[in-house]
């Protein structure tokens, strides 16, 4: 069975921070591109960030310079670091593995964590 658990949402207040951590069971993660999405109420899901096998990285334009994605492979996690959080980052947010190969695409989703930040 498959399982992304994320942990590490919860309330903080504006300029705060935040790690965000997802672990990944039944997939082999190192042949997985990870991500962290995010959805408001009433808003479309979004990419904040993503980091593939090797390690490269993009982002989102409006949390570029503050928040940072990464990987343990050995341990099958990735993180979302949030710096100098903003009202506006208050969603839920998902964890995502993508193993695509030989033209098939594979995703799995975690079940998203709330994050709060207060004014």
């Known amino acids: 069975q498959v399982r992304l658990l994320e942990s590490g949402g919860g309330l903080v207040q504006a300029g705060g921070s935040l790690r965000l951590s997802c672990v990944a069971s039944?997939?082999?993660?190192?042949?997985?591109?990870m991500a962290w999405y995010r959805q408001a109420p009433g808003k479309q899901r979004e990419l904040v960030a993503a980091i593939t096998s090797s390690g490269s990285t993009n982002y989102l334009d409006s949390v570029k310079g503050r928040f940072t994605i990464s990987r343990d492979n050995a341990k099958n996690t990735v993180a979302l670091q949030m710096n100098g959080v903003q009202p506006e980052d208050t969603a839920v947010y998902y964890c995502?593995?993508?193993?695509?190969?030989?033209?098939?695409?594979?995703?799995?989703w975690g079940q998203g964590t709330q994050v709060t930040v207060s004014s």
């Open positions: 039944g997939i082999i993660f190192r042949d997985n591109a």
């Open positions: 995502r593995a993508d193993r695509t190969f030989g033209g098939s695409n594979t995703q799995y």
